[in-house]
């Protein structure tokens, strides 16, 4: 299992539907086919995508799941709403075989860790433009990735790259400035912002 994901988790864009998963897939790494397996996702006490039912996968096969729309049946807000101070955490991926019991060591086999943000905390998307000697809109996100072989486990890489929602390099950071409106930070950067969002196109 491979993904990707926010190692910062700010709960006000996740609200706005900004994905905290950005790529999922699963290989079937065997000699034979797998199928009538499930995959639930779960970050404790906060969200949990409960059980997703994977398509039977051919030897070598990769299953590509699309991340943005994950089924979760709990998002906490209320919970989230409370937290003052960051929280270090981690995601807790599980598979289970057609049968019903865990595959491999159950939760430890995925552990995805991850940094939950007070609700009014700054998030990515925002940068120091030493040229112009201002804060600007920043393209760039820090996603984690992690590489998950089921029963053995794996661990998870942070990495710096560019990433894209929508086609909207800086949407993260747009967002926030209508989530945060009075933050200091949206201040610096309200003008980018609103043309940011008025470039989105209208969708019915």
Request: hydrophobic share 45%; charged share 25%; net charge negative.
């Amino acid at each position: 299992m491979t993904i990707a994901y926010l190692p910062r988790l700010n709960w006000s864009l996740l609200r706005a539907g900004v994905p905290l998963i950005w790529r999922l897939a699963v290989e079937n790494c065997g000699e034979a086919a797998v199928a009538g397996c499930a995959l639930r996702i779960e970050l404790p006490g906060f969200l949990d995508s409960g059980a997703i039912a994977l398509r039977e996968l051919a030897p070598g096969e990769t299953l590509e799941l699309d991340a943005a729309r994950l089924p979760w049946v709990r998002r906490d807000f209320a919970r989230a709403a409370q937290l003052t101070r960051d929280e270090e955490t981690s995601l807790h991926l599980t598979l289970r075989a057609s049968d019903g019991p865990l595959v491999g060591s159950a939760l430890r086999a995925g552990l995805c860790p991850l940094t939950l943000l007070p609700p009014d905390e700054w998030v990515p998307g925002l940068r120091y433009d030493d040229e112009r000697a201002a804060f600007a809109l920043d393209p760039r996100l820090d996603l984690a990735q992690a590489t998950i072989d089921f029963p053995g486990g794996g661990t998870a890489q942070h990495a710096r790259r560019e990433a894209t929602w929508q086609g909207q390099l800086p949407l993260p950071a747009a967002v926030a400035a209508l989530l945060c409106a009075e933050h200091p930070q949206v201040e610096l950067i309200k003008d980018e912002a609103m043309e940011a969002l008025a470039k989105l196109p209208l969708r019915s």
